[in-house]
Structure formats: C-alpha cells, structure tokens
C-alpha cells in the first residue's frame, strides 16, 4: 500500500522556539499540501505553544524533563502510519519531505537525513567535528556505516518506532538511528542542506556530546547482547 500525506505526522519537541517554529510550521504545510498531521510536544515558558497552535498544529504540552523525552512523546503522539520527525529551529528542509515519503514507498523502515554529506558548514565547527565523531563510534559498534546519527530529520514507518523500547534522552536522535539498523531494518540515509538555526540553543556541547556518546556505546552495547 502506497501512502500519501494523509498518512503521515509530523512530530517535533520544543522548547523556546517562537522566533523559528511559525516558519518550520509553515514550510510542512507548503510541503505536504495541509494534509498532514502535525504534533508539537511543548515545554516553553515563550510563544512557542501560541504560534504552533495558530498554524493548525496539535500541541500536546508537558514539563520540561529533556529532548528525548519531547521527542518519544512526539513520536508516540502521532497517529498515522507514516511519522516524520524535525526540529523547530529552521534548520531542516521541509522541502524534503515528499522525497522521504517517496523512499518510505519504495520499501524503507528509515529514512535519515545526513547533514555531514554535503558539509553542513553553517553548523558550529565544534558541533560538526562531534557529529563526525558520533557517526564513527557508531559505525565500529554497530558494524554498519552510518553516516549521520544525530540528525533530527528522519521519516518512519510507525510500527518501527512502536515495535522498539527507547531508552535514551539526549541520545535518542542517535538511538532512533541505531537500533533499527542493528535490527535489520531497511535504512536509508540521504543527503540534506542544513541551515543555521533561528534562536539560542539550549544544549551544552560539551555536556550533551558527553550524554550522546555514552548513549551510542550503551545503545550499540544492548542491540550486541
């Protein structure tokens, strides 16, 4: 069976993020001809929750408690077969988001955007020389090149993201990619553009990279055992 946008969610956490998310929110509208479903899990003290809710987006609002948590919440909040993940900071090609769903179509479980293919040169050099290095790690545990494990932008079937049990918090972006693979799934990772965020990251490099790549050695560790 061949899905369309009616078929797919679009799901994203958020914190903060009333300068970018009216735009992000906007361009999956543009993307998906309205049609699809749009859930935004919200811990703001901002506009964030006002602006999602004045595009048509379904809010589900909960106590800030950290990325993977709004994330899991997000993709489990979704209610269609198809369910589609980004960021709120204007960072990811909604533009995108026909091509992901043509790959779903054609057989894939995952589908991944790789922001390292073509450089991603508006990511801070310390972020971008992390991701590498998260990728790498990955791959010697996993035993499969992964290009990309930390990206926000993915599309999955649902009953992948309802068959596993995440575990991770900030590492989950890398969980999401991690687990599926080592498990057989047919994963696709394609290159996208990556834009300079609009707004303040509130993720400390140096603490957050500590939590990913913990999270890729216990991940890569459990999917062993």
């Not at 543009?30 to 506009?47: F, I, K, L, W, Y």
Request: net charge negative; proline share 3%.
């Amino acid at each position: 069976m061949e899905f369309g946008f009616e078929d797919v969610s679009v799901v994203m956490g958020a914190y903060n993020e009333e300068a970018a998310i009216g735009s992000v929110l906007s361009a999956i509208e543009a993307a998906t001809d309205g049609q699809a479903e749009v859930v935004v899990v919200d811990s703001s003290t901002d506009r964030t929750a006002e602006i999602a809710r004045d595009h048509g987006a379904r809010v589900v609002e909960q106590e800030p408690q950290g990325y993977g948590v709004a994330v899991e919440a997000a993709l489990k909040a979704g209610t269609r077969r198809v369910r589609i993940t980004t960021d709120c900071d204007d960072t990811y090609p909604m533009d995108r988001i026909p091509e992901f769903l043509d790959l779903i179509n054609e057989g894939y479980d995952v589908v991944s955007g790789d922001r390292l293919y073509r450089g991603a040169r508006t990511m801070p050099r310390l972020n971008r020389y992390g991701n590498h290095a998260f990728a790498a790690l990955a791959s010697v545990l996993a035993g499969q090149r992964l290009h990309d494990v930390t990206t926000g932008m993915r599309a999955y079937r649902a009953d992948v993201v309802e068959s596993i049990e995440w575990t991770e918090n900030t590492g989950l972006s890398a969980e999401l990619l991690i687990r599926p693979a080592m498990r057989g799934y047919a994963v696709r990772e394609v290159p996208i553009d990556y834009d300079e965020r609009l707004g303040e990251t509130t993720l400390d490099p140096f603490v957050g990279g500590y939590e990913i790549a913990r999270s890729i050695v216990e991940v890569c560790l459990d999917e062993r055992r």
